[in-house]
């Protein structure tokens, strides 16, 4: 039923910036509280960023707080992540997920939907 489809991933060096985007159909975007998770070669999957319904309350993991920003536009039903001050350890396959509540939510088993993910890989 739900899609989400992530884009925007690539090759960039340290230092620099990157914006990924998960477009959202089939559903109510607008009533979903959505997140952006990673997983790197080896390691488990973590998270990242959090989001509310509306984007009036965000959540960052420690190791990106500062450095990434989540938002979302419920008119284009498209989630996103700005990535800046890239550092090598943030390589990894990054990936939009999303559950039936609105609420802020930053667990694996609290999501109700994932994307495909898309690689992010940062070079030293």
């Known amino acids: 039923q739900v899609q989400l489809v992530e884009s925007g991933g690539g090759l960039v060096q340290a230092g620099g910036s990157l914006r990924l985007s998960c477009a959202a159909s089939?559903?109510?975007?607008?009533?979903?509280?959505m997140a952006w998770f990673r997983q790197a070669p080896g390691k488990e999957r973590e998270f990242v960023a959090a989001i509310n319904w509306s984007g009036s309350r965000t959540y960052f993991a420690d190791s990106v707080k500062g450095r990434f920003t989540i938002s979302r536009d419920n008119v284009k039903n498209t989630l996103y992540l700005q990535m800046n001050i890239l550092k090598p350890e943030d390589t990894a396959v990054y990936y939009c997920?999303?559950?039936?509540?609105?609420?802020?939510?930053?667990?694996?088993?609290?999501?109700?939907?994932w994307g495909k993910g898309t690689q992010v890989t940062v070079s030293s």
């Open positions: 997920a999303g559950h039936w509540g609105g609420v802020v939510r930053i667990t694996t088993g609290g999501m109700d939907f």
């Open positions: 089939g559903g109510t975007f607008s009533s979903n509280g």
